[in-house]
């Protein structure tokens, strides 16, 4: 390369143009600070667009719908919102779900997501923008996304410095396990909670730094805001007092934590009990004991602060320190317990345990564990949700320890929980992702901030070489790291590219994920052709558009839980369970009905006035999540309520079959007739035995199945969904005349023996 | 007999004699076409100008247009002109008939003779029975109407023949002479009918077409000065045939489509304007993923499918929209008002529209709308308004500022200091 030679040449006629205007440097000064800010609120501004414009894949690839489950229940309520106000939507109750319970729809749900998308739309309506709810509803989540990347910007700023801000705010723009749920269309708590959960950190961060009410009444409403839109509020009750706890210990208590953290807890406690869902959780909860518990720690530490301040001796001080210590300890585990036992204090629930113990759920809740984002995070995903911020995230902690604020404890323990739970649970990785992009960015920055002042020093010292000589080049090469080093400035250089490198691989990377796996809204499913075409199976919506149509509107459909909300969204018609799984004795009934013989499913679904049964099939497609797939959780969670149903039976030597060695039970069961009902007259494959199953790859066991109960209503063009009719009772006068005669004659037997009575 | 001649004697200064009668009725889809060749004579004592036609109420009730015309020049030079059919009222005429009136364009001098081609469609007239059927079952239906013309005049000969879609006719009302051949069914030739007289008949026949009525269409046209004419359409799409009973049985649909749901059907056609673009089809639930459009000079076609194939009774909803360019459809006027001349029909093909209802919306600063609607015979609507050109420039001049003003305020913000205590 010959650096030396070029050192010392370029030096000569780059340094005589900087040196010679020395008056104007002062303007020229104010001018980069400018031209900073120029590049930064510009850079700000494309990050903005880009994570907005990069979540639209969906709606380019599909069309601008609704994804998966929850999404529809979410554009459900909104559209009921929008239509009948809030306070007909506070006290909604809803029919048409848990029939014949029906659900307190205001009461169960956090209303911040369809509050926040109704305002939306009530302003662009306000501003005579004709937009459909659907649209506006489609693009919350990417527009809050947008607003996370300015949030994760002042973040990065206040925990660092801007240029972590900036490459913070880039990183989570395109983050894939941030976009896995905020894609357009994905319209979901997520969507707008992740943005409230770091606005709330940050704005609590940002009042333990200044020490001010003002933030700290900002990051109760943030709290606030985070409570009305996703049950992972709690994750914040418990990591700020975590926080706070780790800061008294570690002897970093100072005036300003006490004034966030009681600031922050008692009016976000009292804002977030007006959310009905929530309530009194706050006093009463086991799981926001901590953040109490934590709030009297910082009474006592202030009090004791105080005495200490009174006192101005140590060893009374001391004495004085022990006893208080103890007694606040006792009283609150006193009270703790008194509070147990009496049942005030409700113990933790389920979901809360399964989230410390990845195990839990697997033996205790089936109905948790049955969901596939409730499974434990493989390795692959976080490769692929993270990609190169693994690697980023080690060297932030690393440089996060180095420069230890009150600010760096907090995002070093966000980041460990919430990777901690991220492994617990597949959907929990997207709590991570702020955590991981912000660490990263340090790391990031701090790395490239050090390398190009390694580059600038070097250039620097060779230009004081050139024109002063060498007694400055040495007192120069003291402010750089080691100038023992060789070929400093090339390894600088070198690694420079490498880090470059790495982050397009991950711009990259994040592109690719976005548009092949996270835009798919799981309702139409897209497929490739024998001839490279595009095939789209919609039987979703057409059966749920047949259900619309075609059904008596007040008709009560069964199906598994999963497409609850689907139905009464699309379908609009009243269904037994669905995905809000508040209820498991119910879906235990529709569990077991699905896993009985059909006279027996019959009386079941006679008692819960099911009309229809819709069931998924995915034998002749190849689709595999459907119903018969899903059936074993079905047999686990009414077996679980329901003794008579036993997982064995439907198993042989514990493995799960639907061809010819399957077990009787399982081919006699009412959700193998179901999906299978004449499937063994069709051909799927050329060159394979009719009644192929594709999803499994078998050959069916029972390929002659008769309905005495129920009939075929409508099957879609690909047979994804099949809908049965239930039929009505038999006519109580089709009995035989034998039928009559021995019930003429067991009447006339009892008349007789109350005779002899 | 004898009071009704009277009856029309005294309203009519004329008599007119139909001297020879055809009528053809096509019953081969679900709307039934009626071809009517009247040669008309004038045996009165005075000018006749106008002719009457009756209808039975309840086939008025049904009869979605009137059209008449007669033939000028002779042989290779035959030209058809179009003549006004109007409803008029007769003090008496029987049972409830309802009558309509064709101007003649040169009155019928006494001995004249003319022929007049009448074309007329009536709808929901064919019956479904049985009322239920299953998948493997076809449809039959009834049709009922009179072998003899129902005519104020007295009609010297007349021969009626009725077309079926095919040859499975299960039974039919004979009314001699009758005959059958393939496809046809003749009644006729009958002589001297008296004024009125009816004998009615009973075809059941077989009818798998597709029996496709809009309950309801909603259009709604936005004119935008901007070159953009946007049609939306809410359709409610209903098989009225024979309700479908029992099973669905996606097996059998899709392995024997030729004898299992011959009455359903999954496709129409809609024949939109050439020039036609952005095409849309979708429902309440999203796109609709099933649609071909092949766009040419003189029309565009689209192909829609509906979700799932319609069975008897089965429903369905759809929107379809598209854009057209402004100038193929609006136009100035002499006296500078604007005019929307657009048409009023469906563009479904072979599909009976209930209800339709028209909406057109006018580019925000239009004044003094007024429509022309020339009813029942034409079937372009026009719609008449003012409109200055400048009151298009309003939108994108509030853009433009709100832009500017954006502007504005961070150049201030930028260059104000706000705080209190300077620092």
């Known amino acids: 390369m010959g650096v030396k030679a070029e050192n010392g040449v370029k030096p000569t006629t780059l340094a005589s143009p900087s040196s010679s205007p020395f008056p104007s440097l002062k303007t020229l000064k104010l001018k980069t600070k400018q031209r900073e800010l120029l590049i930064r609120v510009s850079a700000l501004a494309f990050i903005y667009v880009l994570a907005f414009a990069v979540r639209l894949f969906s709606v380019l690839r599909y069309e601008s719908m609704i994804h998966e489950f929850d999404p529809y229940f979410n554009y459900r309520t909104t559209l009921f919102l929008t239509n009948n106000g809030f306070y007909e939507f506070w006290n909604w109750f809803d029919a048409e779900s848990w029939y014949p319970l029906g659900r307190i729809i205001g009461g169960t749900l956090f209303p911040g997501l369809m509050v926040t998308a109704a305002l939306i739309y009530r302003a662009l309506r306000f501003l005579t923008f004709a937009v459909h709810i659907r649209e506006v509803c489609v693009l919350t989540a990417p527009f809050f996304a947008s607003n996370t990347t300015l949030?994760?910007?002042?973040?990065?700023?206040?925990?660092?410095?801007?240029?972590?801000?900036?490459?913070?705010?880039?990183?989570?723009?395109?983050?894939?396990?941030?976009?896995?749920?905020?894609?357009?269309?994905?319209?979901?708590?997520?969507?707008?909670?992740?943005?409230?959960?770091?606005?709330?950190?940050?704005?609590?961060?940002?009042?333990?730094?200044t020490g001010s009410l003002a933030w700290g009444l900002a990051s109760a409403f943030g709290y606030f805001y985070m409570v009305s839109a996703w049950g992972g509020y709690v994750f914040i009750i418990n990591l700020v007092p975590l926080y706070v706890l780790v800061l008294l210990i570690t002897g970093r208590y100072s005036m300003r934590l006490y004034v966030?953290?009681?600031?922050?807890?008692?009016?976000?406690?009292?804002?977030?009990?007006?959310?009905?869902?929530?309530?009194?959780?706050?006093?009463?909860?086991?799981?926001?004991?901590?953040?109490?518990?934590?709030?009297?720690?910082?009474?006592?530490?202030?009090?004791?602060?105080?005495?200490?301040?009174?006192?101005?001796?140590?060893?009374?001080?001391?004495?004085?320190?022990?006893?208080?210590?103890?007694?606040?300890?006792?009283?609150?585990?006193?009270?703790?317990?008194?509070?147990?036992?009496?049942?005030?204090?409700?113990?933790?629930?389920?979901?809360?345990?399964?989230l410390l113990d990845p195990t839990y759920a697997k033996d205790h809740i089936p109905i948790i564990a049955s969901v596939s984002e409730h499974q434990p995070t493989a390795w692959s995903s976080f490769m692929f949700d993270f990609h190169v911020l693994l690697f980023l995230f080690p060297a932030g902690l690393y440089f996060c320890f180095k420069r230890l604020s009150d600010a760096a404890i907090f995002i070093v323990m966000y980041g460990l929980t919430s990777m901690y739970f991220a492994g617990v649970m597949v959907r929990l990785i997207l709590v991570a992702a702020p955590a991981v992009c912000l660490i990263s960015s340090i790391g990031l920055s701090a790395t490239i901030k050090n390398l190009t002042t390694l580059i600038q020093t070097k250039s620097k010292a060779a230009q004081t070489f050139s024109s002063k000589g060498i007694s400055s080049l040495k007192a120069s090469a003291k402010a750089s790291f080691d100038q023992a080093l060789p070929f400093q400035q090339n390894v600088a250089i070198a690694l420079l590219v490498g880090a470059f490198y790495l982050l397009s691989r991950y711009a990259i990377h994040c592109i690719w994920v976005t548009s092949e796996a996270y835009s798919s809204p799981s309702i139409v499913l897209a497929a490739r052709s024998a001839h490279g075409g595009r095939v789209i199976f919609d039987d979703y919506r057409e059966a749920y558009f047949w259900i619309r149509q075609n059904t008596p509107s007040d008709a009560k459909v069964m199906s598994w839980w999963d497409y609850g909300y689907q139905i009464t969204a699309m379908g609009n018609r009243t269904v037994i369970v669905d995905n809000n799984t508040w209820n498991n004795t119910h879906i235990a009934t529709v569990g077991r009905a699905m896993s009985s013989y059909e006279d027996e499913a019959y009386e079941i679904m006679q008692s819960l006035d099911v009309d229809y049964v819709l069931v998924v099939f995915g034998g002749v497609t190849g689709y595999s999540s459907d119903d018969i797939n899903k059936f074993l959780w079905m047999v686990r969670i009414g077996g679980g309520v329901f003794p008579v149903i036993r997982e064995p039976d439907y198993l042989v030597n514990g493995e799960y079959r639907v061809d010819k060695g399957a077990a009787p039970k399982m081919l006699n069961c009412l959700m193998y007739k179901l999906s299978y009902y004449r499937f063994g007259e069709l051909t799927t494959e050329y060159g394979k035995p009719t009644g192929y199953d594709r999803a499994?790859?078998?050959?069916?066991?029972?390929?002659?199945?008769?309905?005495?109960?129920?009939?075929?209503?409508?099957?879609?063009?690909?047979?994804?969904?099949?809908?049965?009719?239930?039929?009505?009772?038999?006519?109580?006068?089709?009995i035989t005349f034998q039928d009559l005669v021995r019930i003429v004659s067991r009447d006339a037997k009892e008349v007789v023996h109350f005779a002899n009575l | 007999m004898e009071a009704i001649r009277r009856s029309i004697d005294l309203s009519y200064s004329f008599i007119v004699d139909l001297s020879m009668d055809q009528i053809r009725i096509d019953l081969t889809s679900s709307i039934v076409r009626v071809f009517l060749t009247l040669k008309v004579e004038n045996t009165g004592a005075s000018q006749a100008s106008d002719v009457l036609l009756a209808f039975p109420p309840t086939e008025a009730e049904h009869l979605a247009i009137v059209k008449a015309s007669t033939a000028e020049g002779k042989r290779k030079r035959k030209t058809y002109v179009p003549l006004s059919v109007n409803p008029t009222e007769?003090?008496?005429?029987?049972?409830?008939?309802?009558?309509?009136?064709?101007?003649?364009?040169?009155?019928?001098?006494?001995?004249?003779?003319?022929?007049?081609?009448?074309?007329?469609?009536?709808?929901?007239?064919?019956?479904?029975?049985?009322?239920?059927?299953?998948?493997?079952?076809?449809?039959?239906?009834?049709?009922?109407?009179?072998?003899?013309?129902?005519?104020?005049?007295?009609?010297?000969?007349?021969?009626?023949?009725?077309?079926?879609?095919?040859?499975?006719?299960?039974?039919?009302?004979?009314?001699?002479?009758?005959?059958?051949?393939?496809?046809?069914?003749?009644?006729?030739?009958?002589?001297?009918?008296?004024?009125?007289?009816?004998?009615?008949?009973?075809?059941?026949?077989?009818?798998?077409?597709?029996?496709?009525?809009?309950?309801?269409?909603?259009?709604?046209v936005e004119i935008s000065h901007w070159g953009n004419l946007q049609v939306r359409e809410h359709y409610k799409l209903k098989h009225a045939g024979a309700r479908h009973k029992g099973v669905f049985s996606r097996v059998e649909y899709q392995s024997r489509p030729s004898i299992s749901g011959v009455s359903s059907f999954k496709h129409l056609l809609a024949r939109?304007?050439?020039?036609?673009?952005?095409?849309?089809?979708?429902?309440?639930?999203?796109?609709?993923?099933?649609?071909?459009?092949?766009?040419?000079s003189q029309k565009s076609e689209l192909e829609i499918e509906p979700r799932y194939p319609l069975f008897g009774g089965w429903k369905a909803t759809f929107v379809i929209g598209y854009g057209l360019p402004l100038q193929d459809f609006l136009f100035e006027s002499p006296d500078g008002r604007h005019y929307l001349n657009f048409s009023f029909g469906c563009p479904l093909l072979e599909t009976v529209v209930d209800e339709l209802t028209i909406k057109v919306v006018l580019p925000e600063g239009s004044k003094n709308p007024s429509s022309a609607v020339p009813f029942p015979v034409n079937q372009q609507l026009e719609v008449y308004y003012d409109f200055s050109p400048i009151s298009m420039l309003a939108e994108p001049l509030m853009l433009v500022s709100a832009v500017f003003l954006f502007f504005i305020a961070c150049i201030a913000y930028l260059h104000i200091d706000l705080s209190i205590r300077k620092s």
Not at chain 1, 183 to 208: C, H, M, P
């Open chain 1, 151 to 209: 949030v994760a910007y002042f973040f990065g700023k206040e925990i660092w410095d801007a240029g972590a801000g900036l490459a913070a705010a880039a990183l989570i723009a395109i983050c894939p396990g941030y976009i896995s749920r905020s894609v357009a269309g994905s319209y979901d708590n997520e969507g707008v909670a992740i943005f409230a959960l770091l606005l709330t950190f940050y704005l609590f961060v940002k009042a333990v730094n």
């Open chain 1, 260 to 354: 966030a953290y009681n600031c922050m807890y008692i009016l976000g406690m009292l804002l977030a009990m007006q959310i009905r869902f929530v309530g009194f959780q706050h006093v009463q909860s086991g799981e926001h004991m901590a953040a109490l518990g934590v709030f009297f720690l910082m009474q006592v530490f202030y009090f004791v602060d105080w005495v200490k301040y009174i006192l101005n001796d140590p060893k009374l001080f001391h004495s004085f320190l022990r006893i208080t210590l103890t007694s606040a300890i006792s009283v609150g585990v006193l009270a703790l317990g008194v509070g147990t036992a009496t049942g005030y204090i409700s113990p933790w629930t389920g979901r809360f345990y399964s």
């Open chain 1, 696 to 734: 499994r790859g078998v050959e069916i066991g029972n390929k002659d199945i008769k309905l005495e109960y129920l009939e075929e209503a409508y099957t879609t063009s690909n047979w994804i969904i099949r809908i049965y009719k239930v039929k009505p009772p038999k006519n109580r006068c089709d």
């Open chain 2, 90 to 220: 007769l003090p008496d005429a029987p049972n409830g008939a309802r009558l309509f009136s064709i101007s003649l364009r040169n009155p019928l001098k006494t001995g004249e003779a003319a022929v007049l081609e009448v074309l007329y469609i009536v709808t929901h007239c064919l019956e479904p029975f049985p009322v239920e059927i299953s998948q493997s079952e076809t449809q039959f239906v009834y049709y009922h109407d009179s072998a003899t013309l129902l005519s104020p005049y007295h009609v010297m000969e007349q021969i009626t023949y009725i077309k079926t879609p095919n040859n499975k006719v299960e039974s039919y009302t004979r009314v001699d002479p009758t005959n059958r051949a393939g496809t046809e069914l003749r009644y006729g030739l009958y002589h001297d009918l008296p004024p009125y007289s009816y004998s009615p008949i009973i075809v059941h026949f077989e009818n798998n077409n597709p029996f496709a009525v809009v309950e309801e269409l909603v259009r709604e």
């Open chain 2, 272 to 296: 939109l304007p050439p020039r036609v673009h952005s095409v849309y089809y979708r429902d309440e639930i999203g796109n609709i993923s099933s649609s071909h459009l092949r766009l040419g």
